[in-house]
């Protein structure tokens, strides 16, 4: 590896000239300053971040830590908060924690030993607090999005998941559907609290039956869906219309009931919170409550650098809570008259 050592031997200069070069500090005639730029390039040289911010006290690199990158909400979270992390002159570094509390904690043990300026992160779920009081203890700016942790205070950017199941169960209720099911994530995660919230409200305010045979918690993952709709299709009585906790469970949900030759919506209808993007590839398309992903990534970066920066307007951490619309698509229709599958 090329060092400054190397480059000041070359240049013939010192290797303290060569250090003000790169972290553009001192007084250095443009002369030199142009000779070592042009050695750096012989040589290949790559400057050593974690050196040249013990030096600077910063680094320009702020991480992002998601829990499913196949997600294309994820994917365009990130997407948001690349853009804004460039337009504020930061770098991003991307990791996936896949919902596990291991690899969440192997990723933050590792990007604290990198000097990150600064994190994003949606947590793994509530389990996440003891991990994100280390990042406290260490003293590394950090804002929570998509979800938040009970007794972290920071800043957080989430949706109206309450708003958007209640959008949703209000849809299928206008429809005609009487039964309506929940197939959501853990409840140790935020927002599955909230949709399952949402949920219990909107058919409280339909006057709908709630039965809790027909509340299932998974992974947000779409692995465990074959068991979820064998679970729903043999209950008593079977639901007309499933709410699914996240576009990943709609998705699987589908492929299950088409392996089982029931069509959707014809005789299963799902809604389901955020887009898929490619919206012209999904058939049929779900009727979703959709969330604006970009703003999550962009909104909690611009957070994080008035954190690091000290322009943040106040010491309270900023709540903020982003708005969901209703997009109807062909997932849903007007429920089986026969009550039978």
Same mark, same amino acid.
Do not use: W
């Given at each position: =590896?090329?060092? !400054?050592?190397?480059?000041?031997?070359?240049?013939?200069?010192?290797?303290?000239?060569?250090?003000?070069? !790169?972290?553009?500090?001192?007084?250095?005639?443009?002369?030199?300053?142009?000779?070592?730029?042009?050695?750096?390039?012989?040589?290949?040289?790559?400057?050593?971040?974690?050196?040249?911010?013990?030096? +600077?006290?910063?680094?320009?690199?702020?991480?992002?830590?998601? %829990?499913?990158?196949?997600? @294309?909400?994820?994917?365009?979270?990130?997407?948001?908060?690349?853009?804004?992390?460039?337009?504020?002159?930061?770098?991003?570094?991307?990791?996936?924690?896949?919902?596990?509390?291991?690899?969440?904690?192997?990723?933050?043990? =590792?990007?604290?030993? $990198?000097?990150?300026?600064?994190?994003? !992160?949606?947590?793994?779920?509530?389990?996440?607090?003891?991990?994100?009081? %280390?990042?406290?203890?260490?003293? $590394?700016?950090?804002?929570?999005?998509?979800?938040?942790?009970?007794? #972290?205070?920071?800043?957080?950017?989430?949706?109206?998941?309450?708003?958007?199941?209640?959008?949703?169960?209000?849809?299928?209720?206008? /429809?005609?559907?009487?039964?309506?099911?929940?197939?959501?994530?853990?409840?140790?995660?935020?927002?599955?609290?909230?949709?399952?919230?949402?949920?219990?409200?909107?058919?409280?305010?339909?006057?709908?039956?709630?039965?809790?045979? /027909?509340?299932?918690?998974?992974?947000?993952?779409?692995?465990?869906?074959?068991?979820?709709?064998?679970?729903? +299709?043999?209950?008593?009585?079977?639901? $007309?219309?499933?709410?699914?906790?996240?576009? =990943?469970?709609?998705?699987? /949900?589908?492929?299950?009931?088409?392996?089982?030759?029931?069509?959707?919506?014809?005789?299963?209808?799902?809604?389901?919170?955020?887009?898929?993007?490619?919206?012209?590839?999904?058939?049929?398309?779900?009727?979703?409550?959709?969330?604006?992903?970009?703003?999550?990534?962009?909104?909690?970066?611009? /957070?994080?650098?008035?954190? !690091?920066?000290?322009?943040?307007?106040?010491?309270?951490?900023?709540?903020?809570?982003? @708005?969901?619309?209703?997009? #109807?698509?062909?997932?849903?229709?007007?429920?089986?008259?026969?009550? $039978?599958?």
């Amino acid at each position: =590896m090329v060092t !400054i050592y190397d480059i000041a031997k070359q240049a013939d200069v010192s290797a303290m000239t060569v250090s003000r070069v !790169i972290n553009n500090t001192g007084r250095i005639s443009e002369k030199t300053r142009e000779k070592v730029r042009k050695v750096m390039e012989e040589l290949n040289y790559v400057p050593n971040a974690m050196a040249r911010g013990l030096v +600077l006290q910063k680094t320009g690199i702020l991480s992002l830590l998601v %829990t499913d990158i196949t997600n @294309p909400f994820y994917t365009t979270v990130a997407r948001g908060a690349e853009d804004a992390a460039r337009s504020l002159g930061f770098k991003l570094l991307l990791g996936n924690s896949d919902e596990d509390a291991n690899k969440e904690k192997e990723y933050i043990d =590792m990007i604290l030993s $990198t000097r990150v300026d600064g994190i994003l !992160i949606t947590p793994a779920g509530d389990s996440s607090k003891e991990r994100l009081e %280390t990042i406290v203890r260490h003293g $590394t700016p950090f804002v929570t999005i998509d979800r938040d942790v009970p007794g #972290i205070d920071c800043d957080n950017v989430v949706g109206d998941s309450i708003g958007g199941s209640r959008k949703l169960i209000d849809y299928l209720a206008g /429809l005609g559907h009487r039964v309506i099911a929940l197939v959501g994530g853990s409840f140790d995660v935020s927002t599955a609290r909230y949709r399952y919230e949402g949920y219990r409200e909107a058919l409280a305010a339909n006057d709908l039956p709630y039965d809790e045979r /027909l509340v299932l918690q998974a992974n947000y993952r779409m692995q465990d869906m074959e068991a979820a709709a064998e679970q729903l +299709l043999s209950a008593s009585s079977a639901p $007309t219309a499933i709410l699914a906790g996240n576009n =990943m469970l709609a998705l699987g /949900l589908l492929q299950s009931f088409r392996r089982r030759g029931i069509d959707v919506p014809g005789q299963m209808s799902i809604v389901t919170f955020d887009d898929f993007g490619h919206r012209d590839l999904i058939d049929p398309l779900f009727t979703t409550a959709v969330q604006p992903a970009y703003q999550f990534g962009a909104r909690g970066i611009q /957070l994080l650098v008035d954190r !690091i920066e000290g322009k943040s307007s106040s010491s309270t951490p900023q709540q903020c809570m982003l @708005p969901n619309s209703l997009v #109807i698509g062909s997932s849903t229709g007007v429920p089986r008259s026969n009550g $039978t599958l």
